[in-house]
């Protein structure tokens, strides 16, 4: 019956993530890999209790017993308002999905194996046909699904270590408007690969420490490049490559405990942003000359603290916040990513049965405003552009099953 149990399980997920890809990923560094975790702000590198730890510390994996199953998806909905030159536009109203999908299994009393299947960056931007700014950029859709198997071992009581190697699938697509209405197009994909790495110790009943590195990613995408218009003389396309490095992360996470049923974790999270400094586009056969665009990311920090409460041992009630800065210097912003510093605000609940659980939370994005900005499109042309009233709105469901 357990084994039966275990395999609808699994094959829920296997079409839960299959289903939830196709509607692809928003935003650039995304956390949304479980919906315990994002109930309480994606606070879970110190006090993880499900396979979502995969992801976020898996030396975490060494308190799982048995084999775990944990998987679903996040729907995340972004706006802004973009004025360029004073003209009013607003991006398209989108909802995409981020989907997760964790299993462990214990070994023996030291080691624990477990793999995942999440996305780590995603973008998703689109902006009306006609709108001021098309020449800079009419949409962009960045997509990665990451492969993570992993392996935790316990030292002793108190330390735990874990990590594992990341294979990761990446898409990116780009266009832009150009002269005599046509449009200009790159499609890319390619396959990456990165590592991370955790540690979790115990202090007593009360306190615990985690720490988790993931390692930068070098991307190398190839695909097509192309430049279509009716009012156009030319309508050809030709092969591209994108490349381009995205960043590191560093994470420690302090736990307390104070009752059995009473958790709070604080994180602070540093990205190496400054290693995405550039995009890179090669291009062959086509009439396009190769090209770079810069975008010097600075190095950020995010600070996120969650709380859970157990009022029985089956319902748990949680919350959480999140400071999240924008690598984004103000000299170098771009309409692909109109952002700021975000404030992230985030309830969510839990309810067992039996060996099933079900998670859900949701999540309310506020963007600080970013105006006065000076842009140029390929051509050379200015522009003054504003970005305000970013909100995000998400909503998520996970189901986990042990034995």
């Known amino acids: 019956m357990k084994r039966a149990s275990a395999c609808f399980v699994f094959c829920f997920l296997v079409c839960l993530l299959a289903t939830a890809t196709m509607a692809q990923a928003g935003g650039f560094a995304l956390y949304e890999w479980g919906n315990r975790a994002l109930g309480m702000g994606t606070a ?70 477990g793999v995942g299947v999440f996305t780590r960056f995603g973008l998703g931007t689109n902006y009306n046909q006609h709108w001021a700014g098309k020449a800079m950029i009419q949409d962009a859709l960045l997509e990665t699904f990451s492969l993570n198997p992993v392996a935790s071992y316990k030292v002793n009581d108190s330390l735990s270590v874990g990590g594992g190697i990341e294979i990761i699938k990446g898409f990116f697509t780009t266009r832009k408007g150009v002269p005599g209405d046509g449009t200009f197009k790159v499609d890319v994909d390619g396959t990456s690969l990165a590592f991370n790495l955790g540690l979790l110790y115990d202090f007593n009943d009360m306190f615990s420490l985690g720490l988790a590195y993931r390692s930068p990613v070098h991307f190398e995408g190839k695909g097509s490049a192309s430049i279509r218009g009716s009012d156009l003389p030319i309508n050809n396309s030709g092969n591209a490559t994108m490349i381009a490095d995205f960043p590191a992360s560093y994470t420690a996470g302090l736990g307390f405990t104070p009752t059995k049923d009473l958790t709070f974790e604080f994180d602070v999270i540093y990205t190496q942003w400054e290693q995405f400094d550039r995009i890179e586009f090669n291009f062959t056969d086509f009439s396009a000359s190769n090209t770079s665009e810069d975008f010097n990311y600075k190095s950020t920090w995010r600070f996120q603290l969650g709380a859970e409460y157990c009022l029985t041992e089956a319902f748990a009630l949680r919350a959480g916040y999140v400071y999240d800065q924008t690598p984004i210097r103000h000299e170098y912003s771009s309409p692909m990513l109109p952002a700021n510093d975000r404030q992230i605000f985030t309830l969510g609940a839990g309810y067992k049965w039996d060996a099933w659980t079900v ?45």
Request: glycine share 12%; proline share 3%.
């Open 359 to 403: 998670d859900v939370s949701g999540m309310y994005i506020v963007a600080k405003e970013r105006t006065g900005m000076a842009m140029h499109d390929s051509r050379g042309t200015a522009y003054d552009v504003d970005f305000k009233n970013g909100r995000t709105w998400g909503l998520g469901t996970s189901i986990g099953y042990h034995f």
């Open 44 to 113: 879970a590198y110190a006090t993880g209790n499900d396979a979502s730890v995969v992801a976020y510390n898996p030396a975490q994996m060494s308190k799982l017993e048995g084999t775990n199953i944990y998987g679903g998806v996040t729907a995340v909905s972004p706006s802004s308002e973009v004025y360029v030159n004073g003209d009013k536009s607003n991006t398209q109203n989108q909802v995409f999905g981020v989907p997760h999908a964790f299993a462990t299994r214990q070994i023996n009393d030291d080691w624990t194996l």
